[in-house]
């Protein structure tokens, strides 16, 4: 029976925890949201610095590890090629990594920092308008792919080199925590991080629905209700179940290459239809902005507040502090996400790789997309401020969109370019979180476990799409997920202590993959040795 194989603790304690917070969100919701918010404001305003230091140390670490000898390690056999093709595997570490909330975001995250700019910048005016082109590209680079490859590292590596069939944050960390992971505490982690990914990908459908919704009454004047969200919901549902339950490679890296492509397609089309030279040069002086002020960037958390006549904008914990939380909630499901799909790669190719990859990515999207509509906001073209003012978010990016040439043919790609990002997303944490309530992974999780945390992902956001709790629910999992941060640390640690252990005990001409292959074969040579001599002792006797 394959149900021995699942990690019941761990299944049924992330679907109790998740009852536990949307129930009481469900029955007072006023309530529920006042207390999350307060929650919400005290991690924030209180551990800010913490959020921010962690992204800062996980980057630079990050960068340490590529180069060591340890970012040489190969991630399974001696000699293996990559089980998918770089182009492959970028299109699904971006899809999972990003999902629907990059065509979000990247259209009109402008709005908000031109509006409301750091450092005591004066809104809407020119200097705002450079912080503005920069921020979106630095929340949504370099740290943020750091935060998700971190888990990344030890679970890789316990999986393709050491050969633990087992996908789990818990097993990471079993080198500084030892017998303790088998435990209670080893599966209060794994909940924690399945909790957190069920309330972050209640975010990711509370952005990408309404979104959808907006795209298909501007194609077809069908008003935009609840009842609509949610028939695009299960819509979505239905196309990542269908998607999980195929598999890696007939599901998910399929929707990941379709996904690729309509992307490409999207940004090509702005770049050269849109107002090219304003695009290309904008981006490129964005990340002129971004390298000359990193480190500012990273760590500006107003410490001054209200005193001595200073202003506090609450721009850190609003934007940065908020993004560093939201990437980490997501940070282990990725990990475990970019592991599975890093098999024949190195460890410094997975680094690199997918912190370029991610990042580029997220520039082109932000560059394209977010300069297209800021053009057309500066030259009257479009007001987009006034628009969301009246509008929302929502609809206002799909009316940037429709300003460009052949409209309706491009919201319909953009629409369903949406879609499958949304579903690219969930097919991933599927996967992942029916991988972590198992035992063992031996090639793929069981089918059925991956249909119900396909439908899981989904029934609990639609309950709440109804309620208006959506936003509660993914302000929850950020507070959930706080204690991640000191989970990250361990798994750097696990990871490092893992390694050199293997590296030290093989020689410079050995790489660990070798050597730990070479010391399973003496520990079976011993093992069958111990059994011969008993047996022979038993011949002596009789």
């Not at 997975?350 to 800021?374: D, E, P, Q, S």
Request: hydrophobic fraction near 50%.
């Amino acid at each position: 029976m394959k149900q021995k194989y699942i990690d019941w603790p761990t299944f049924i304690g992330a679907f109790i925890l998740l009852l536990l917070v949307t129930v009481p969100l469900i029955i007072f919701p006023d309530e529920g949201k006042e207390f999350v918010s307060i929650a919400n404001t005290f991690v924030t305003t209180n551990f800010g610095v913490l959020y921010l230091a962690m992204g800062l140390i996980i980057f630079s670490f990050l960068i340490f590890v590529a180069f060591s000898k340890n970012g040489h390690v190969k991630l399974g056999e001696e000699g293996e090629k990559p089980e998918f093709n770089t182009l492959s595997w970028a299109a699904m570490l971006f899809a999972a990594g990003i999902g629907s909330s990059i065509l979000y975001w990247s259209v009109i995250e402008w709005v908000y920092y031109f509006q409301g700019p750091p450092f005591g910048v004066e809104a809407e005016t020119n200097e705002a308008i450079q912080w503005a082109t920069a921020y979106g590209i630095f929340h949504w680079g370099p740290i943020a792919w750091a935060i998700y490859t971190l888990p990344a590292l030890p679970i890789a590596y316990f999986f393709y080199v050491r050969k633990r069939p087992v996908l789990k944050v818990s097993e990471a960390v079993r080198p500084v925590l030892g017998n303790w992971v088998d435990g209670p505490i080893g599966n209060l982690i794994d909940i924690l991080f399945m909790f957190g990914l069920l309330g972050g990908a209640g975010t990711t459908l509370a952005l990408g629905t309404p979104m959808i919704a907006e795209g298909v009454h501007l194609l077809t004047g069908i008003p935009v209700t609840l009842f609509m969200q949610a028939v695009i919901m299960i819509v979505c549902t239905t196309i990542f179940a269908i998607s999980a339950y195929s598999g890696l490679r007939k599901g998910i890296k399929l929707l990941s290459d379709i996904n690729l492509w309509l992307a490409l397609f999207i940004l090509a089309f702005v770049l050269i239809l849109g107002p090219t030279r304003f695009i290309v040069e904008t981006t490129f002086n964005s990340l002129g902005i971004l390298l000359d002020n990193f480190f500012k960037m990273s760590t500006w958390v107003e410490p001054f507040g209200n005193l001595g006549g200073f202003t506090e904008s609450g721009f850190p914990e609003g934007w940065t502090v908020f993004y560093w939380a939201w990437w980490l909630v997501y940070a282990p499901f990725v990990g475990l996400f970019v592991a599975r799909i890093s098999r024949g790669r190195t460890i410094r190719e997975m680094v690199l790789g997918t912190m370029v990859y991610g990042t580029l990515g997220c520039v082109l999207f932000f560059g394209i997309l977010g300069n297209f509509g800021l053009y057309m906001q500066l030259t009257g073209s479009f007001d987009a401020i006034a628009f969301m003012d009246q509008n929302g978010p929502a609809a206002t990016i799909i009316a940037i969109i429709n300003q460009l040439p052949f409209s309706n043919l491009i919201v319909l790609v953009f629409t369903i370019l949406a879609v499958i990002f949304l579903a690219t997303t969930f097919d991933s944490s599927s996967y992942i979180l029916a991988s972590v309530v198992q035992k063992e992974v031996e090639g793929e999780p069981i089918r059925w476990n991956r249909l119900f945390w396909a439908f899981s992902l989904c029934i609990m956001p639609l309950v709440l799409l109804f309620l208006g709790g959506l936003g509660t629910l993914q302000t929850a999992s950020i507070i959930g997920g706080f204690p991640l941060i000191f989970i990250m640390f361990l798994l750097a640690w696990s990871f490092m202590r893992a390694s050199n252990r293997d590296i030290t005990k093989s020689d410079d001409y050995e790489s660990p993959t070798i050597y730990i292959k070479r010391w399973r074969r003496r520990k079976k040579r011993s093992s069958l040795e111990v059994l011969e001599d008993k047996d022979q002792g038993r011949n002596k006797d009789e």
